[in-house]
Nanobody, 116 residues
């Protein structure tokens, strides 16, 4: 089983930056596809960015060019660098690990609030 712990959320002004981190337990981290999701109040949880075990990345259209997902397998950590933040980016951000054999896991979430 994998445990995921997010950190790095907080309050930032529009146009600012934050870097989220997600630290994973276990020795199989490098085999997982890692995602960042977010959920704003009253809205569904949507994927923001994905990174494969081979470090191929994909982004939601509304964050392309502003957010960057990366991973450090030596540290069992995935990151989300968020630049040019907008009030619409305000949400709880969740880390998600997926593997066809080992299972899927969620972190507890970290709040990101962007003020206008």
């Amino acid at each position: 089983q994998v445990q995921l712990v997010e950190s790095g959320g907080g309050l930032v002004q529009a146009g600012g930056s934050l870097r989220l981190s997600c630290a994973a337990s276990g020795s199989t981290f490098s085999m997982y596809t890692m995602d960042w999701y977010r959920q704003a109040p009253g809205k569904q949880r949507d994927v923001v960015a994905t990174i494969s075990p081979a470090s191929t990345t994909n982004y939601a259209d509304d964050v392309k060019g502003r957010f960057t997902i990366s991973r450090d397998n030596a540290k069992n950590t995935v990151y989300l660098q968020m630049n040019s933040l907008k009030p619409d980016d305000t949400a709880v951000y969740y880390c998600y690990a997926a593997h066809w054999r080992f299972g899927n896991y969620w972190g507890q979430g970290t709040q990101v609030t962007v003020s206008a």
